[in-house]
Nanobody
Framework: EVQLQASGGGLVQPGGSLRLSCAAS???????IGWFRQAPGKGREGVSC????????FYADPVKGRFTISRDNAKKMVYLQMNSLKPEDTAVYYC??????????????WGQGTLVTVSS
């Protein structure tokens, strides 16, 4: 079993950058880990997912070319580097186990959310 804890959210101006971190415990290296977000008044959507080896990553179309997911299995960490942030990126971001089947889907394990606010 794996446990996840997200951190790194905050307030950033449009065009700015932020890096989210997801700290894991347990059998971390057995799972693909991803990021999901939920904007105010909207449903939860998949942002990115990285496989257990860290050599394959997938991105939702709205964040392609701006966000980069990475993982360090030795440290049991997953990161989401977010560049060129837009107001529409404002959301609570969650890390979770994930799968890729015609899209990014969450697994059963979720961390708590971290709020990202993009505003001038």
């Amino acid at each position: 079993e794996v446990q996840l804890q997200a951190s790194g959210g905050g307030l950033v101006q449009p065009g700015g950058s932020l890096r989210l971190s997801c700290a894991a415990s347990g059998e971390f290296e057995d799972f693909s880990i991803g990021w999901f977000r939920q904007a105010p008044g909207k449903g939860r959507e998949g942002v990115s997912c990285i496989n257990f080896r860290g050599d394959a990553a997938f991105y939702a179309d709205p964040v392609k070319g701006r966000f980069t997911i990475s993982r360090d299995n030795a440290k049991k960490m997953v990161y989401l580097q977010m560049n060129s942030l837009k107001p529409e990126d404002t959301a609570v971001y969650y890390c979770a186990t994930c799968t890729i089947v015609g899209g990014i889907w969450p697994g059963d394990v979720w961390g708590q959310g971290t709020l990202v606010t993009v505003s001038s």
